[in-house]
Structure formats: structure tokens, C-alpha cells
């Protein structure tokens, strides 16, 4: 097909929740896309509701709210073809949890009314490939395509057809449609087949870190291989499922048939993408892809988006940040000195006999740094009436009279909950806001937090990076967003720790019990590797001297541990702790931010089995440890 289409793209700003509030802001941009000459306007997929919203999809209110904003939109559909995602729905059916049929659906409007593929008992797309893994769960609320082709007793190639608009036969797809590379078909090369001049895909798709880098791979070669302009729109914004907070960056471009691209609006931010685009596949419109790939400036914008887009979400004006010296509170707090005025931003040093004068100097730096409020408040008196009310208690039961003792390791979690539960608590309320969770990726996995500790908090805005990044994060906040040093040097070069007994004194040089730099990749390869390993993995590379490689350890394994023994009672060690109480604990933890793979929440589903071993485990520490 010759000549071309002005089709704008509009990655907005969607809210989960909102219909109406929505619609009324696509209204006044179909209206002023009409205005400007534009003969196609895209919306995201779920523009109109949001996307991620839990079960509130039972409440047949809410989806009536949905279906009325979707006929505002049909009827503004005048001297313009709209597009835009929402709930699709069918009264008269049901799903087969018993509620009624609900379809993840993409409506085309032209001259107030709906367009849907030619041969669809509906006036709209429906969503066919239903992703079930990480975050995603759409197959809990929504039919698709395969599930009704069997029901009507139809091939599904029968309902996969172009939207024949008055000008084009419009291929449209959602999001999961177009990365085809796992499932038994492909809805592109089936619309394709059929005749499309170009492609649509609505997307409703999370930051993760790299993400883009793979969608640019493999929607320019669908582009390519199809020889037609394939556009891709997606939203901005902030979602949540409850235990995970996910952002959404938009990246929305165009795809020219050579697999060149039109990049749309910055990431993060509401714009629009207006392109003359040529029919037909021929003709080159775009610039070469080139590379998507993240880097520790994405990192930051992703996290300083996500946590002041969340605090709006909750209504919080006024933060307090534990600062303890060290580099994950000072990067939670440099994170927050460029949301929050410093008037509103409020850190917190809370010494015990066992914290040094060098980390609650740098405590004091930071603030200072920061240019915010600080205050110190000790915890000695506090901890020592703890160990006075609970030491030696007199228990009466039916073996006779026992007493408690609360050991000197006990007193460690006593002081870390003091410190959250009493002071950080406390302070927030007189403060007027709400306290943070400090905790990064490497110590949730492992649990090394004190649950009604240093685990509590409003969000957990570090809990999806691993110590490294963490500091990655500083340094970059440091050079290239503060550019002065705002977080101390001396944060990055003190040796961790919780600063709870002598056994942890920096000035000595002690601190946590892991080594980073390996347990972060040892971690990563339970946790974000697609094909997740286990410990019977992780023996086995060790037998065939893959491991450093396998988990990306850029030293020798064999220079941290004396003797392979060694080396498989640590891997027991944190192994029990990830799958034993570290499990409660990231159960009860706060919302976690999700800026990479397998964030824990809901990207990371978990159940309380306690730790298990294969038995080739068994057989394979055997031959280590003979």
C-alpha cells in the first residue's frame, strides 16, 4: 500500500483506578490531535483503567465505569481514528471463574463507532497471548483469542484479523502479542497474512532494567521480517500489585520496515509521538535502533521516579530516614534530597555503645550535605530497660519455673527494633510523615534484617538492588545528579555492618558476615536468573571449575574459603536462611520497588516450605567434602 498515515502516539501518564480521570485527559487529546490534522491517535493498553489493580476487576461497578468511559471515546471518535486500551466486556457470558467475561481488549473507533477484526463476534481486539510469569497474572481475570476460537468451535486464525478502518487494515495487537518468541503462534505473522499495512502494539509495560533493550531486538526485527511499520505505544506512571511497586518508563517509538526506529518521548515522562509514517514497508522513515541498553543513569531515574510517584500515590509529604553512617541509608537519603524539600526530609542517627564516632560523623555529614534536618537520639537507656524487664523474667508452667534470658545475640534485634519500631516510628508521627526501609536486594534474599527492625518502613525503595548497585547508585548521584559530594566518601569505603556488638566494630575493620562482591552474584543466580539455580547447580559448577563464571564472580572462589567444606557450609548457611525465615520475613516486609528482574513481592512468589536439598545434592557434597 501506498501513501502514508500522520498517526501520533500518546504515552501518558496512566492511572490505576481511575477511569474517568483518564478518559477526560484522552478527550482533550483525541480533541487536540484532531486539531493538529492527526488521522490515527494511540493510547496504551488498559489506558482507560490501569493495568495492574489486583482483583478490583470483580467489582461490576468498576467495569460498568470502564464500559461508559470506553463510549465517551467511541462518540469523540469524529474526523479521527482513536485507539486505546480497556476492559472488553460481555454481559451474557461468563468467565470461567463464574464472573462475567471480561477481555484485555483494543478499541478502534472511527466516526463514533467501534471497529473490530473482520470475523470477531466483538468490536474490539482481543489480547491473546496472556502472560503468566513474574508480575503478570492475566489469565485470573481476562478470556483470550485461543480459549474463545475453542469455545466457538472456530480456528483462531479466524478471529487474529485486521481492523479495516476507512483508509487501512490495521493490525493490531497488545503488548504480549508481539513477543511471540515462547508460545505456539504468532498474532503478527497471522495479521500479516491477512492483509495489515501496519501494526499497532498497546503495551502496558513495566521499567525492568534492559527490558527495552531486548523489546527494541525483537520488535525491530518483526518489523523487518513483516517489511511493514510496526508502532509501539506504552504508558508512563506509577502501578502497584500490592507487595511490589512497579514503574512505567513509555519508550514509545515507531518501527519502519528496515527495522529503523522514531524515538517518542524521554522515559518517564507524558508526550507524544507524531510521524508521517509511509506505507507500504519500502520506505526507510526511521533511524537505525542501535542499543536500549540501561546503565546506572536508568537505575537512578527509575528510582527517583518510582519513590516520589509513590509517596504522591500514599499522600506522604514528610519523610524520616534512619541514617546509621553507612551507604544504604546515605542513598536513600540522596534519593529523597531530590524529591522532597529539605524542610521535609528529616535523618535520624540512633547510637548505641556499639556504633562508632567515624559512622555517626558521616551520619552527621550527610545531613549537613543534604542541607536537611538531623537529629541524634541514643538507644543505650532504652535497650538496657529491655534487657532489665525480659532478662530473668520467672515463667510458671507445667515442667515447673523457668526463666528467660536474653542473650547479648538476642540484644542485637532488640537494638534494631528500637530503633524502627519505637524511634523511627515515633519521630514520623511527630514528624508529621512516614520512616524508610533501608534494606537492599542482598540482605532481603538472605534475611539479614531484624523483622520489626530495620525490615519496617512505608517502601522498600533499594530492595531490588544488590549491594554493588547500591553503590553504583552513590557514586552516580555524587558525580552526575548532585555533581558535589553529597553521600561521604567515607560511606563508601567503611566496611558494612550493623554496628550491634563488638563483633561488628568498623574502626577494627569488622563488619557484616557476607562478602558482597560473591554472595551478590551467588544471590542473583537464585533469584534473577531466568532458569534459576540451586544449590546442586551451584556444586556442580564448582566440581567442573564453571562456577565464578556461571554466576559472574570476577575472583576466585577458592580464595575466599579455606577448604571446600568451607565453601559448602556457607552456600548451606545462606541457602537455609533464603528459603527459612528469610521467606517470612519478605512476607511481612513493605512494598519493594521493582526496577529489575524478579523484584519480591508479587514478581517473586514464594511459599513457606522451609529449606530443600536434592538428593543429588546429597551426593554431590558428599564427593566435595570426602
Same mark, same amino acid.
Given at each position: 500500500m501506498s501513501g502514508s498515515v500522520r498517526i501520533r502516539l500518546v504515552q501518558m501518564d496512566v492511572l490505576p483506578g481511575r477511569p474517568w480521570e483518564n478518559t477526560e485527559r484522552m478527550l482533550a487529546h483525541v480533541n487536540t490531535a484532531r486539531q493538529a490534522g492527526i488521522e490515527l491517535v494511540a493510547f496504551s493498553e488498559m489506558a482507560v483503567p490501569g493495568y495492574l489493580l489486583g482483583d478490583e476487576w470483580e467489582r461490576p461497578a468498576f467495569l460498568r465505569e470502564c464500559e461508559?468511559? /470506553?463510549?465517551? +471515546? #467511541?462518540?469523540?471518535? #469524529?474526523? =479521527? $481514528?482513536?485507539?486505546?486500551?480497556?476492559v472488553g466486556l460481555d454481559w451474557h457470558k461468563r468467565n470461567e471463574d463464574g464472573r462475567v467475561r471480561k477481555y484485555n481488549a483494543l478499541f478502534t473507533a472511527e466516526e463514533g463507532r467501534f471497529i473490530g477484526p473482520t470475523g470477531s463476534p466483538y468490536p474490539f481486539v482481543i489480547k491473546t497471548l496472556m502472560p503468566n510469569y513474574r508480575e503478570f497474572d492475566d489469565s485470573r481475570h481476562f478470556f483470550d483469542t485461543r480459549k474463545l476460537a475453542a469455545e466457538l468451535g472456530r480456528p483462531v486464525t479466524d478471529l487474529i484479523t485486521p481492523v479495516r478502518a476507512a483508509r487501512w487494515r490495521i493490525g493490531g495487537v497488545l503488548c504480549e502479542d508481539a513477543w511471540d518468541e515462547d508460545y505456539a503462534f504468532s498474532p503478527l505473522k497471522i495479521l500479516s497474512g491477512a492483509g495489515a499495512d501496519f501494526f499497532v502494539n498497546v503495551s502496558c509495560s513495566p521499567f525492568t532494567f534492559n527490558k527495552n533493550h531486548k523489546r527494541n531486538r525483537?520488535?525491530?526485527?518483526?518489523?523487518?521480517?513483516?517489511?511493514?511499520? *510496526?508502532a509501539y505505544v506504552n504508558n508512563t506512571g506509577l502501578q502497584n500489585n500490592g507487595k511490589t511497586v512497579f514503574t512505567f518508563d513509555g519508550a514509545s517509538c515507531i518501527y519502519d520496515g528496515q527495522g529503523n526506529r522514531v524515538d517518542g518521548p524521554p522515559a518517564f515522562q507524558e508526550g507524544l509521538l507524531d510521524c508521517d509514517m509511509p506505507l507500504g514497508g519500502t520506505k526507510p522513515f526511521g533511524s537505525p535502533s542501535g542499543t536500549l541498553e540501561n546503565g546506572v543513569a536508568d537505575l537512578v531515574a527509575a528510582l527517583r521516579y518510582g519513590t516520589g510517584r509513590f509517596m504522591k500515590l500514599c499522600g506522604v509529604e514528610r519523610v524520616?530516614? /534512619?541514617?546509621? /553512617?553507612?551507604i544504604d541509608s546515605a542513598v536513600v537519603a540522596a534519593i529523597y534530597g531530590q524529591i522532597l524539600p529539605p524542610?521535609?526530609?528529616l535523618l535520624v542517627n540512633m547510637p548505641s555503645r556499639f556504633n562508632?564516632?567515624?559512622? =555517626?560523623?558521616l551520619a552527621r555529614v550527610l545531613a549537613r550535605q543534604l542541607g536537611c534536618g538531623y537529629a541524634e537520639i541514643p538507644i543505650e537507656d532504652s535497650v538496657r530497660l529491655t534487657r532489665t524487664q525480659i532478662d530473668g523474667v520467672r515463667i510458671q508452667g507445667p515442667a515447673g519455673e523457668s526463666r528467660l534470658a536474653l542473650t547479648d545475640f538476642l540484644l542485637e534485634n532488640v537494638q534494631a527494633r528500637d530503633r524502627s519500631s519505637r524511634v523511627l516510628a515515633g519521630v514520623a508521627a511527630a514528624f508529621g510523615g512516614v520512616f524508610t526501609c533501608n534494606a537492599n536486594k542482598s540482605e532481603m534474599t538472605v534475611g539479614y534484617t531484624t523483622l520489626y527492625g530495620d525490615l519496617g518502613g512505608y517502601l522498600a525503595s533499594l530492595a531490588d538492588l544488590w549491594k554493588d548497585e547500591? %553503590?553504583?547508585?552513590?557514586? %552516580? *548521584?555524587n558525580a552526575e545528579v548532585y555533581g558535589r559530594e553529597v553521600i561521604p566518601e567515607g560511606s563508601f569505603t567503611v566496611v558494612p555492618s550493623?554496628? +550491634?556488638?563488638?563483633?561488628?566494630? $568498623?574502626?577494627?575493620?569488622? /563488619?557484616?558476615?557476607?562478602v558482597y562482591p560473591y554472595h551478590d552474584r551467588l544471590f542473583r543466580s537464585w533469584v534473577e536468573d531466568w532458569n534459576r539455580a540451586t544449590p546442586e547447580d551451584i556444586l556442580d559448577w564448582y566440581l567442573d571449575g564453571k562456577l565464578e563464571n556461571r554466576i559472574g564472580y570476577g575472583g576466585a572462589v577458592k580464595d575466599l574459603f579455606p577448604t571446600p567444606a568451607a565453601f559448602v557450609a556457607d552456600l548451606e548457611r545462606w541457602w537455609n536462611h533464603y528459603q527459612g525465615l528469610g521467606v517470612a520475613k519478605r512476607i511481612q516486609a513493605p512494598p519493594v520497588l521493582a526496577v529489575k528482574r524478579r523484584a519480591y513481592g508479587f514478581d517473586h512468589r514464594e511459599s513457606q516450605m522451609g529449606p530443600r536439598y536434592t538428593r543429588r545434592y546429597q551426593e554431590l557434597k558428599r564427593r566435595i567434602t570426602a
Amino acid at each position: 500500500m501506498s501513501g502514508s498515515v500522520r498517526i501520533r502516539l500518546v504515552q501518558m501518564d496512566v492511572l490505576p483506578g481511575r477511569p474517568w480521570e483518564n478518559t477526560e485527559r484522552m478527550l482533550a487529546h483525541v480533541n487536540t490531535a484532531r486539531q493538529a490534522g492527526i488521522e490515527l491517535v494511540a493510547f496504551s493498553e488498559m489506558a482507560v483503567p490501569g493495568y495492574l489493580l489486583g482483583d478490583e476487576w470483580e467489582r461490576p461497578a468498576f467495569l460498568r465505569e470502564c464500559e461508559a468511559c /470506553g463510549e465517551a +471515546l #467511541r462518540e469523540a471518535a #469524529r474526523g =479521527i $481514528v482513536v485507539m486505546f486500551g480497556n476492559v472488553g466486556l460481555d454481559w451474557h457470558k461468563r468467565n470461567e471463574d463464574g464472573r462475567v467475561r471480561k477481555y484485555n481488549a483494543l478499541f478502534t473507533a472511527e466516526e463514533g463507532r467501534f471497529i473490530g477484526p473482520t470475523g470477531s463476534p466483538y468490536p474490539f481486539v482481543i489480547k491473546t497471548l496472556m502472560p503468566n510469569y513474574r508480575e503478570f497474572d492475566d489469565s485470573r481475570h481476562f478470556f483470550d483469542t485461543r480459549k474463545l476460537a475453542a469455545e466457538l468451535g472456530r480456528p483462531v486464525t479466524d478471529l487474529i484479523t485486521p481492523v479495516r478502518a476507512a483508509r487501512w487494515r490495521i493490525g493490531g495487537v497488545l503488548c504480549e502479542d508481539a513477543w511471540d518468541e515462547d508460545y505456539a503462534f504468532s498474532p503478527l505473522k497471522i495479521l500479516s497474512g491477512a492483509g495489515a499495512d501496519f501494526f499497532v502494539n498497546v503495551s502496558c509495560s513495566p521499567f525492568t532494567f534492559n527490558k527495552n533493550h531486548k523489546r527494541n531486538r525483537v520488535f525491530s526485527a518483526a518489523a523487518v521480517a513483516l517489511g511493514r511499520p *510496526l508502532a509501539y505505544v506504552n504508558n508512563t506512571g506509577l502501578q502497584n500489585n500490592g507487595k511490589t511497586v512497579f514503574t512505567f518508563d513509555g519508550a514509545s517509538c515507531i518501527y519502519d520496515g528496515q527495522g529503523n526506529r522514531v524515538d517518542g518521548p524521554p522515559a518517564f515522562q507524558e508526550g507524544l509521538l507524531d510521524c508521517d509514517m509511509p506505507l507500504g514497508g519500502t520506505k526507510p522513515f526511521g533511524s537505525p535502533s542501535g542499543t536500549l541498553e540501561n546503565g546506572v543513569a536508568d537505575l537512578v531515574a527509575a528510582l527517583r521516579y518510582g519513590t516520589g510517584r509513590f509517596m504522591k500515590l500514599c499522600g506522604v509529604e514528610r519523610v524520616v530516614v /534512619g541514617a546509621s /553512617g553507612g551507604i544504604d541509608s546515605a542513598v536513600v537519603a540522596a534519593i529523597y534530597g531530590q524529591i522532597l524539600p529539605p524542610e521535609n526530609l528529616l535523618l535520624v542517627n540512633m547510637p548505641s555503645r556499639f556504633n562508632s564516632p567515624t559512622t =555517626i560523623n558521616l551520619a552527621r555529614v550527610l545531613a549537613r550535605q543534604l542541607g536537611c534536618g538531623y537529629a541524634e537520639i541514643p538507644i543505650e537507656d532504652s535497650v538496657r530497660l529491655t534487657r532489665t524487664q525480659i532478662d530473668g523474667v520467672r515463667i510458671q508452667g507445667p515442667a515447673g519455673e523457668s526463666r528467660l534470658a536474653l542473650t547479648d545475640f538476642l540484644l542485637e534485634n532488640v537494638q534494631a527494633r528500637d530503633r524502627s519500631s519505637r524511634v523511627l516510628a515515633g519521630v514520623a508521627a511527630a514528624f508529621g510523615g512516614v520512616f524508610t526501609c533501608n534494606a537492599n536486594k542482598s540482605e532481603m534474599t538472605v534475611g539479614y534484617t531484624t523483622l520489626y527492625g530495620d525490615l519496617g518502613g512505608y517502601l522498600a525503595s533499594l530492595a531490588d538492588l544488590w549491594k554493588d548497585e547500591v %553503590y553504583a547508585v552513590g557514586r %552516580y *548521584l555524587n558525580a552526575e545528579v548532585y555533581g558535589r559530594e553529597v553521600i561521604p566518601e567515607g560511606s563508601f569505603t567503611v566496611v558494612p555492618s550493623a554496628e +550491634l556488638s563488638p563483633a561488628q566494630a $568498623v574502626d577494627e575493620g569488622k /563488619g557484616d558476615p557476607l562478602v558482597y562482591p560473591y554472595h551478590d552474584r551467588l544471590f542473583r543466580s537464585w533469584v534473577e536468573d531466568w532458569n534459576r539455580a540451586t544449590p546442586e547447580d551451584i556444586l556442580d559448577w564448582y566440581l567442573d571449575g564453571k562456577l565464578e563464571n556461571r554466576i559472574g564472580y570476577g575472583g576466585a572462589v577458592k580464595d575466599l574459603f579455606p577448604t571446600p567444606a568451607a565453601f559448602v557450609a556457607d552456600l548451606e548457611r545462606w541457602w537455609n536462611h533464603y528459603q527459612g525465615l528469610g521467606v517470612a520475613k519478605r512476607i511481612q516486609a513493605p512494598p519493594v520497588l521493582a526496577v529489575k528482574r524478579r523484584a519480591y513481592g508479587f514478581d517473586h512468589r514464594e511459599s513457606q516450605m522451609g529449606p530443600r536439598y536434592t538428593r543429588r545434592y546429597q551426593e554431590l557434597k558428599r564427593r566435595i567434602t570426602a
